[in-house]
């Protein structure tokens, strides 16, 4: 009869972290992978552990980064029914837990912390070189690029159009926003039962220091993309923005209220220079003045 292996199953959790085009890998160590292929960030869930409190530890000791890890998750089981591990043979079942996970980002270059572990090398790599087969990378890096879908997120958003002569009230995004450096309409998020115009009057009164009388509903404009929010993470991002009217006091000068916000700057910019792509605007700029003609 043939010897029948001793069983063991190991449970591991794993980061998929995508940014810009680029995923990051970890390289393992020769003992684990004889020709040393690239694998996703994560490691073996310890008896007791949140898996999910397990990846952070992991991605902490593989790289160097603090991450943040979603609520989802895919599963895959591996069988290796005759595997070599620590000196010997087994009947091996890996299962694998594989989370949407993201760093900052403005994280430093990732680095190898944990001495003598499996890992022996980190860092960002095309997904093109991944998906063409350039770079070696184990199965569960592929299957779960296969599966991944971005994060969801839509977000309402209200703001203003404020003009007076032929100056536009704008904004200017500040590094912890997206599109830092450019200009928009002053406004911001909905909280949940919050009345629209409301929300115009806190926002404008927040990031220009002016209160403004909300007027009509101007326009609804929505922005769709897939890219990486200020958080780090890779997201697939849909704003509704409903834009109003607003009026403000004769002579009001704007000053930004709100600090370590989204919003750096606030200012009366001169139509003209809007119109000739002097001022870098968001689009929402152009719709509302559309709209208001």
Do not use: N
Request: charged share 25%; glycine share 10%.
């Amino acid at each position: 009869m043939p010897k029948t292996l001793p069983k063991v199953q190991r449970v591991a959790a794993y980061g998929l972290i995508l940014r810009e085009g680029r995923i990051l890998l970890t390289r393992l160590a020769r003992r684990i992978s004889a020709d040393e292929r690239w694998h996703l960030p994560g490691g073996g869930v310890d008896h007791g552990e949140d898996p999910r409190d397990a990846l952070v530890r992991e991605i902490r000791e593989e790289t160097g980064l603090a991450a943040e890890v979603g609520e989802t998750a895919h599963v895959y089981s591996a069988h290796r029914p005759s595997m070599w591990r620590q000196g010997r043979r087994w009947d091996y079942q890996a299962l694998r837990i594989v989370y949407d996970a993201w760093v900052p980002a403005d994280a430093p270059a990732p680095r190898v912390v944990e001495v003598g572990g499996s890992t022996v090398d980190v860092g960002w790599h095309p997904v093109a070189d991944v998906l063409s087969g350039v770079l070696p990378v184990t199965d569960v890096v592929t299957g779960a690029l296969a599966d991944h879908r971005p994060f969801r997120l839509q977000r309402l958003a209200v703001y203003a159009l404020v003009r007076r002569g032929d100056d536009v009230l704008l904004t200017r995004i500040s590094s912890l926003g997206a599109h830092p450096g450019a200009w928009t309409l002053p406004g911001g998020g909905l909280d949940h039962g919050e009345s629209p115009r409301d929300a115009v009057a806190r926002e404008v009164r927040e990031e220009c220091g002016v209160d403004c009388e909300v007027g009509e509903l101007l326009d609804v404009h929505d922005t769709h993309f897939e890219g990486t929010a200020p958080s780090g993470r890779f997201e697939d991002f849909h704003g509704v923005h409903l834009v109003f009217r607003g009026t403000v006091a004769v002579g009001a000068e704007p000053r930004v209220v709100e600090t370590d916000g989204t919003t750096d700057a606030a200012a009366w910019v001169p139509l003209a220079e809007i119109e000739a792509g002097e001022v870098r605007t968001l689009d929402v700029v152009r719709a509302a003045l559309e709209a208001d003609t």
